[in-house]
């Protein structure tokens, strides 16, 4: 919340993505059923995709307007979806291309077409690696030999990284050695949520994000077990992801919740609470056991990303028709008269986060209020009943440091997409 902490050009990046694509898929896509932790076997035999294009998942995608995606290279099962040398539970060992096959190669160069950012997630923690808690040594031996596999250079330039701390409870893992490996295999890389992390999760996995919203925060105040990060309460900059399910309630994909796929008018609410609140949204699709994204999950991310188009895709205003009239107060005045239901407002956070709390107002004295709103960050989207208005006031009533706007746009969220 002061000017000494600021973000990084990559954190920026990141909160520029705003919108990403989850992708469980994987043994368990195919042993349905199956539960975090379990124990259940399940056998590499089982990873058989019959039309298998990740091609798809990334046109997808892009529909959706996302800029990024994270896959599962391993989860908490321990299956690799490369041939990894680790470990004999893996594509290798699945008839799938006769072993020939590699998720992870596939992924990568299907999504870069689309100019989408990769990221992998990888749980540390499996339930067929328990013999690795009684050494932590070679816990983390195998954790930096495996993800080495993946960051060594065979898959070029990986965006992120998404660590899973469940299961590793307990285990003080040696981040100096693991993370400084990591960074200097990949001097871009952005990390989520463990060691030295770039971004955090927001602490719930239901797409919301509370408010306010500061992106700088203590170390130790990111949710989840501290321990699971490197020792210090120093302040950082910390962009927040919001990660959830499409479906109600799994992960992976199931042939029976189907229907449980969210309506759009649920996921335009996550999208004003995650987004409209400054965060990133992380949205989960399992691909089934062809190996696509089913038509139900597909069909409605891509009516989801039309929605947000055609509510926000067309600003009435924008920062160049509003003055600055006072140092916290920006007017807008135009001939004639607009009908605005909705305002975007972003700080130009390369130089940091300082709005605690803001109005939107109409001019009439001594001010009525239309809009009152706490943090800003990266993005507000501000809603409120439709009004027909040729003036209109921003005004920051609490900040901590000189504000700096990067946007600010009105909208009326019935007008047609062009």
């Given at each position: 919340m002061t000017d000494s902490v600021l973000p990084t050009p990559r954190q920026l990046e990141f909160h520029n993505w705003e919108l990403g694509l989850f992708l469980h898929f994987g043994v368990r896509t195919f042993n349905e059923g199956h539960l975090d932790w379990d124990d259940k076997p399940m056998s590499a035999d089982s990873f058989m995709p019959t039309q298998f294009d990740p091609r798809q998942w990334a046109a997808v995608a892009r529909q959706a307007g996302m800029k990024y995606a994270v896959l599962t290279a391993k989860h908490h099962d321990g299956f690799a979806n490369w041939p990894s040398k680790c470990t004999e539970f893996s594509v290798a060992s699945s008839p799938w291309k006769n072993g020939r096959g590699d998720v992870i190669a596939e992924y990568m160069e299907a999504f870069r077409a689309e100019g989408l950012a990769v990221g992998l997630y990888y749980s540390p923690a499996q339930w067929t690696g328990g013999k690795f808690k009684a050494d932590p040594k070679a816990y983390d031996d195998f954790f930096l030999k495996q993800v080495s596999e993946l960051m060594g250079g065979q898959y070029g330039q990986i965006d992120l990284v998404w660590f899973d701390g469940c299961g590793s409870d307990g285990h003080q893992y040696d981040w100096p050695r693991l993370?400084?490996?990591?960074?200097?295999?990949?001097?871009?890389?952005?990390?989520?949520?463990?060691?030295?992390?770039?971004?955090?999760?927001?602490?719930?996995?239901?797409?919301?994000?509370?408010?306010?919203?500061?992106?700088?925060?203590?170390?130790?105040?990111?949710?989840?077990?501290?321990?699971?990060?490197?020792?210090?309460?120093?302040?950082?900059?910390?962009?927040?992801?919001?990660?959830?399910?499409?479906?109600?309630?799994?992960?992976?994909?199931?042939?029976?919740?189907?229907?449980?796929?969210?309506?759009?008018?649920?996921?335009?609410?996550?999208?004003?609470?995650?987004?409209?609140?400054?965060?990133?949204?992380?949205?989960?699709?399992?691909?089934?056991?062809?190996?696509?994204?089913?038509?139900?999950?597909?069909?409605?991310?891509?009516?989801?990303?039309?929605?947000?188009?055609?509510?926000?895709?067309?600003?009435?205003?924008?920062?160049?028709?509003?003055?600055?009239?006072?140092?916290?107060?920006?007017?807008?005045?135009?001939?004639?008269?607009?009908?605005?239901?909705?305002?975007?407002?972003?700080?130009?956070?390369?130089?940091?986060?300082?709005?605690?709390?803001?109005?939107?107002?109409?001019?009439?004295?001594?001010?009525?209020?239309?809009?009152?709103?706490?943090?800003i960050g990266h993005k507000a989207i501000c809603q409120f009943p439709l009004v027909r208005r040729n003036k209109m006031i921003f005004r920051v009533l609490e900040a901590d440091g000189p504000v700096r706007l990067r946007s600010l746009e009105l909208h009326d969220s019935r007008m047609k997409q062009l």
């Open positions: 993370i400084g490996e990591m960074r200097r295999m990949q001097p871009n890389l952005l990390i989520f949520n463990m060691g030295d992390p770039d971004m955090r999760w927001i602490g719930n996995e239901e797409g919301f994000a509370p408010l306010p919203v500061w992106n700088t925060l203590n170390l130790q105040d990111v949710p989840g077990d501290p321990t699971m990060r490197l020792a210090g309460n120093e302040l950082r900059y910390l962009p927040a992801e919001c990660d959830c399910r499409l479906r109600g309630y799994n992960w992976f994909y199931s042939d029976k919740d189907e229907h449980t796929v969210k309506p759009l008018d649920v996921l335009m609410g996550m999208y004003y609470c995650s987004v409209g609140r400054g965060c990133n949204l992380l949205i989960n699709v399992g691909p089934d056991r062809r190996g696509l994204l089913p038509d139900a999950d597909a069909n409605r991310l891509i009516e989801f990303g039309a929605e947000v188009r055609r509510r926000f895709g067309t600003p009435v205003a924008t920062l160049k028709d509003f003055e600055q009239t006072e140092p916290n107060v920006w007017s807008f005045k135009i001939n004639g008269l607009v009908d605005v239901d909705h305002a975007i407002i972003q700080e130009d956070l390369a130089h940091g986060q300082h709005v605690k709390r803001f109005r939107i107002e109409f001019p009439v004295p001594p001010g009525i209020p239309l809009y009152e709103g706490q943090t």
